[in-house]
Nanobody, 126 residues
Framework: QVALVESGGGLVQAGGSLRLSCAAS????????MGWFRQAPGKEREFVAA??????????YYADSVKGRFTISRDNAKNTVYLQMVSLKPEDTAVYYC?????????????????WGQGTQVTVSS
């Protein structure tokens, strides 16, 4: 059973920082890419960032709304993906989900991902 467990969410003031973690576990777990999505109340779940790895190296992708403020990274040894968020804004408030996929294309689309975490709440106060 594959499990993705997010942590690190919380309440922070505008301009502050948070680091989210997503630990993957489970027998036979394998992926070629992982991503972060978020869902604000009354809105669709939207792409935030993704990271993919292969023999040729690591690539990262970001939504325009978070470019320059969020950084996605991966610790292979720990099977963990991180999302470092700085200069947070009230509009970043959402439940943040991590996801994993064996694919390496269309990483900004929810349907690409095979496994999802339960989500962690991020609230940014003004």
């Amino acid at each position: 059973q594959v499990a993705l467990v997010e942590s690190g969410g919380g309440l922070v003031q505008a301009g502050g920082s948070l680091r989210l973690s997503c630990a993957a576990s489970g027998r036979g777990f394998s992926s070629n890419a992982m991503g972060w999505f978020r869902q604000a109340p009354g809105k669709e779940r939207e792409f935030v960032a993704a990271i993919t790895w292969s023999w040729s190296g690591v690539s990262t992708y970001y939504a325009d709304s978070v470019k320059g403020r969020f950084t996605i990274s991966r610790d292979n040894a720990k099977n963990t993906v991180y999302l470092q968020m700085v200069s947070l804004k009230p509009e970043d408030t959402a439940v943040y989900y991590c996801a994993a996929t064996l694919g390496n294309r269309n990483l900004d689309e929810r349907v690409t991902y095979d496994h999802w975490g339960q989500g962690t709440q991020v609230t940014v106060s003004s």
